[in-house]
């Protein structure tokens, strides 16, 4: 159901991943779009109000932990009028196969948006095999 | 005073669903946009704003001295971001681009939405619109508009006392 999917931009995590945390804040699951590429895969999350002194990113065997922390400055005696979206962290866990390369994992982070580039391991790019006519 | 002008964000280009609601809200909502929508027609919301064209999120908040709004637009650039003031409508408009690297690809999972959107805020009279700020920082838009000082000063604070 990829057009349900689409139509959650941020939603709040249902229980925190991977045991308690230490701050009180809410945790938003971030959403993602996952591409593969030829030689790698692509993890592309939407974390608005992330830097990238903000974000963390951990492989701990196969699983890759995004986890990025909001700073929010929020003025006192404000009125909200229109309140649609909340302010709290991101996490969000994936497991990987060893498919990736997990040495080469590099990310960056632009305008809020998180990609993240696994390149699949050596031996299992794809590869076309030359087919050469018997002489 | 503002309170009145400002609440209605323009009824078509609202998100379909707000899923970051606890249960009780979300009914709560749904039965108010149901009588809300009741008497002007039974006009289907087109498909597209109801399977994720992409709507930023917006927060409408208001201090003594300023109104600031501020919108979700992870992924964006601010070129592609277009403020517009006039009288009494702020008007955000852009459009969210798929990257364009990305072809001859083999999608896993697509939860991110793109697309062109346009939202319009009603403002109460008394901004000074000279002094309107945008700003554009980490995926979060951010306009600042700041009450002329007449406005500043009408807001007056009542005593209530006890007899």
Do not use: C, H, W
């Not at chain 2, 001295?65 to 409508?89: F, H, Q, S």
Request: proline share 5%; no cysteine.
């Amino acid at each position: 159901m990829p057009d349900m999917a689409k139509d959650i931009q941020k939603k709040e995590a249902e229980s925190p991943e991977r045991g308690e945390r230490t701050r009180t804040r809410r945790v938003y699951t971030p959403v993602v779009d996952i591409i593969e590429r030829k030689d790698d895969i692509i993890v592309i999350a939407d974390m608005p109000g992330v830097d990238e002194k903000s974000v963390d990113i951990t492989i701990e065997k196969n699983v890759l932990t995004i986890s990025g922390a909001v700073e929010a400055v929020i003025p006192e005696n404000r009125t909200m009028y229109v309140n649609e979206y909340g302010i709290g962290d991101y996490q969000r866990v994936f497991t990987l196969t060893d498919e990736v390369d997990k040495e080469k994992i590099q990310a960056s982070v632009k305008n809020g948006m998180l990609k993240i580039v696994l390149p699949k391991a050596e031996a299992l790019k794809t590869r076309k095999i030359a087919v050469k006519t018997e002489a | 005073m503002a309170k009145k002008t400002i609440v209605p964000v323009q009824k078509e280009s609202l998100p379909a669903r707000r899923e970051d609601l606890n249960p009780f809200a979300l009914l709560r909502q749904e039965m108010n946009s149901l009588f809300d929508n009741f008497f002007s027609g039974f006009a289907p919301e087109s498909f597209e704003t109801r399977l994720g064209a992409f709507s930023p999120r917006v927060d409408i908040a208001e201090t003594d001295k300023e109104i600031k709004v501020t919108a979700e637009l992870p992924g964006m650039d601010d070129k592609d971001i277009d403020v517009a003031l006039t009288r009494d409508m702020l008007t955000i408009r852009g459009e969210k681009k798929e990257e364009k690297e990305e072809k001859g690809k083999n999608y896993y999972r697509m939860e991110r939405s793109y697309g062109s959107f346009s939202r319009s805020v009603p403002l109460p009279s008394e901004i000074d619109t000279n002094k309107v700020k945008a700003d554009f920082k980490k995926g979060i838009l951010t306009v600042t508009l700041p009450k002329t000082p007449q406005a500043i000063k009408e807001t007056k604070k009542i005593q209530v006392k006890a007899e």
